[in-house]
C-alpha cells in the first residue's frame, strides 16, 4: 500500500460476496464490480438455483460473455445447498475447479430461498465431505423461526447453529457471511483459523434507525436487517482492526427501484457502483486507512488460499456524489448512499 497526500494504492481488491443476477440484470451491473474488483464470490441464488457443477458453470459463462470489452475479471462460483445436495457432485465441483465455495441460505432467510436447507443435520454428509477436501462453507447466518425476533436471529444462529457445528467438524472452513452483531464479532474472534467473516458497507455505515428516518427506507432494507448501534460499532472495530479473519464482501444486491419501494419491497442493498468508496470513507473515519488493503485485498485471498492480485487500484481523495438513480435493465436502480457524497473516488485507468 502507498499512503501519499490525497492518494490511496492498494492491491486490487476483491468481492468475497455478490449477487449478480442474470440476464438483463447482469448486464447492468457487472461492469460496476469488475472496474475495481478483481474477483468475486458469486452468489448462487437465481431462479432456479444454482444446485449442480453444470449449472455454475453455464452461469460462470455468462458471466464471462457479459464482461466489458477488456476487463480482466474472475467470477468464483459456489453452489446452492439444499436438502438432497450431493457431497459427491459438490466434491466434483470443487475438484474441476468449477465451485469455490459452497453456500448454505436457510430455507426462507432472504431473496430466492426457499428452496434452502430445512436443517442443518440435513447436509451433515456433504459439510464432512468439505471438511475432508478443504472447500469452502459460506453461511447466511439466521435462524427463520417465526417465534425469533428477526434482530435476534443472527444470535440465535450462532448458538442454535455454528457453536455445535464448529465444535463437530473444528476442521471445516466457515465463512460467516455480512456479519452484523457483537455477537459475531464475539464468535469469529472467539474461533479458530477456520473461522472467518465477510462485512459489508451498508453494516459499517447504517444501524436500524436507517430504516424508519422520517417513514419507511426501503432502501436501507436488507438481510440480515441492521441492528443497533453497538453492533455497528462492533463491526467498525473488527473491519478495522486488521485482523485477516474480516474481508470485503459486498453483500451488492440489485433491485428495480420499483421492486423496493412497494407493498413488499424486496430485500438487498445494491452497493456496488461505490462500494470501495464506502469502506475507504469508514477506514478514514476510524483512522485506520492503512488496514484498508489487508481487508479489501489480502485477507479473504489468504483465507480462501489464493494469491492476491498483482494489480493496483488508487483512491483519491476527492468529494464524490453518488447519483440518486442508475439504469438498469428498462428500471432505476437505486444505489447505496444515493444522493450523498463520499470522501473518496476510484482513479479510472
Known amino acids: 500500500m502507498t499512503d501519499t497526500p490525497g492518494l490511496l494504492t492498494i492491491r486490487r481488491p476483491d468481492d468475497w460476496h455478490l449477487h449478480l443476477r442474470d ?77 469455490t465455495a459452497a453456500k448454505l441460505y436457510p430455507a426462507g432467510a432472504t431473496t430466492n430461498s426457499a428452496s434452502g436447507v430445512t436443517d442443518i443435520g440435513n447436509i451433515m454428509a456433504v459439510l464432512e465431505r468439505m471438511a475432508q477436501i478443504g472447500m469452502t462453507f459460506c453461511v447466511h447466518g439466521e435462524v427463520t423461526d417465526g417465534d425469533v425476533d428477526i434482530f435476534d436471529r443472527e444470535a440465535v444462529f450462532i448458538d442454535r447453529v455454528l457453536e455445535p457445528l464448529v465444535r463437530r467438524l473444528p476442521e471445516l472452513r466457515i465463512v460467516f457471511e455480512h456479519a452484523t452483531t457483537s ?23 447504517i444501524n436500524r434507525n436507517a430504516i424508519f428516518a422520517g417513514g419507511l427506507r426501503p432502501h436501507a432494507y436488507c438481510l440480515p436487517v441492521a441492528k443497533r448501534e453497538e453492533h455497528r460499532l462492533a463491526l467498525r472495530a473488527a473491519a478495522t482492526s486488521g485482523s485477516p479473519k474480516y474481508f470485503l464482501g459486498t453483500d451488492s444486491a440489485p433491485h428495480p427501484q420499483s421492486a423496493k419501494e412497494s407493498g413488499c419491497g424486496c430485500a438487498g442493498i445494491f452497493n456496488a457502483p461505490h462500494a470501495l468508496e464506502s469502506y475507504a470513507t ?35 481523495r476527492a468529494e464524490t456524489r453518488v447519483p440518486d438513480t442508475l439504469a438498469g435493465p428498462d428500471c432505476a436502480l437505486v444505489p447505496f448512499h444515493a444522493g450523498e457524497s463520499l470522501r473518496w473516488r476510484v482513479r479510472t485507468p
Do not use: K, W
Open 183 to 205: 455477537q459475531a464479532v464475539q464468535f469469529v474472534n472467539s474461533a479458530s483459523a477456520n473461522v472467518a467473516a465477510t462485512i459489508t458497507p451498508q453494516h459499517l455505515h
Open 23 to 99: 440476464g438483463a440484470m447482469l448486464q447492468a451491473v457487472l461492469p460496476y464490480t469488475a472496474r475495481v474488483f478483481g474477483r468475486a464470490i458469486v452468489m448462487p441464488n437465481l431462479v432456479p438455483p444454482v444446485t449442480s457443477v453444470a449449472a455454475a458453470a453455464a452461469y460462470r459463462a455468462r458471466i464471462m460473455a457479459a464482461l466489458p470489452a477488456e476487463t480482466d475479471f474472475t467470477p468464483l462460483m459456489t453452489c446452492y445447498l439444499t436438502d438432497e445436495t450431493s457431497p459427491e457432485e459438490v466434491a466434483r465441483g470443487f475438484a474441476e475447479g468449477v465451485f
Open 282 to 316: 469508514v477506514f478514514e473515519e476510524e483512522g485506520a486507512l492503512d488496514q484498508l488493503e489487508g481487508f479489501a485485498s489480502v485477507h479473504g485471498a489468504a483465507f480462501y488460499r489464493l494469491p492476491v492480485n498483482d494489480e493496483r487500484v488508487t483512491l483519491e
